[in-house]
T-cell receptor, first 114, second 110 residues
Framework: GAGVSQTPSNKVTEKGKYVELRCDPI?????LYWYRQSLGQGPEFLIY????????DSGLPNDRFFAVRPEGSVSTLKIQRTERGDSAVYLC????????????FGPGTRLTVT | KQEVTQIPAALSVPEGENLVLNCSFT??????LQWFRQDPGKGLTSLLL?????REQTSGRLNASLDKSSGRSTLYIAASQPGDSATYLC?????????FGTGTRLLVSP
């Protein structure tokens, strides 16, 4: 079956602009995660959805970052007033449920803020 | 707060060698541990998942072990090949989110 997909694969934006990054999880997976990976680092957790609700958003760095999953499937990560420090690869993962399930990752969106 | 450390940060070996990558974590209250492979500019490919109740998992030339009480995991790669060149990441699952190490960058030369 299809894996996790993310669009766009690359996004270049100017400082101060608004961006949206999209994630399509594996069909039937109720849990969805966003991570951010800076160059040379391991991914860092941003937010976790179980169904439609954000069960844990403790990794969001500040209030410029927001994510939604209105129908419990596709999720959008939204970044307002982008800064150069937001440049990174944003990874999405999904799993069949909460807890100890394996997480399956998408290819990521590379965001560059100029 | 969970912290994950991977040693070595980089490793270069000739083809055919067996090698061991190390991962340590500070909080033993985990659900599972995953090993991933990441090629340059690409996403993460899951290699092995070890549940907290398990001691090891094997897939082909890969074997991962877990010692939860001491906070350690190892990834053993047998008979390494140039195609194994990549960054290897370990991640521990405390309940819902994965906490990653910074990875080991592996280069296998022909």
């Amino acid at each position: 079956g299809a894996g996790v997909s993310q669009t766009p694969s690359n996004k270049v934006t100017e400082k101060g602009k608004y961006v949206e990054l999209r994630c399509d999880p594996i069909s039937g997976h109720t849990a969805l995660y966003w991570y951010r990976q800076s160059l040379g680092q391991g991914p860092e957790f941003l937010i976790y959805f179980q169904g439609t609700g954000a069960a844990d958003d403790s990794g969001l760095p500040n209030d410029r970052f927001f994510a939604v999953r209105p129908e419990g499937s596709v999720s959008t990560l939204k970044i307002q007033r982008t800064e150069r420090g937001d440049s990174a690869v944003y990874l999405c993962a999904s799993s069949p449920g909460r807890g100890g399930y394996e997480q399956y990752f998408g290819p990521g969106t590379r965001l560059t803020v100029t | 707060k969970q912290e994950v450390t991977q040693i070595p940060a980089a490793l270069s070996v000739p083809e055919g060698e067996n090698l061991v990558l190390n991962c340590s974590f500070t909080d033993s209250a985990i659900y599972n541990l995953q090993w991933f492979r990441q090629d340059p500019g690409k996403g993460l490919t899951s290699l092995l998942l070890i549940q907290s109740s398990q001691r090891e998992q094997t897939s082909g030339r890969l074997n991962a072990s877990l010692d939860k009480s001491s906070g350690r995991s190892t990834l053993y790669i047998a008979a390494s090949q140039p195609g194994d060149s990549a960054t290897y990441l370990c991640a521990v699952n405390g309940f819902q989110k994965l906490v990653f190490g910074t990875g080991t960058r592996l280069l296998v030369s022909p």
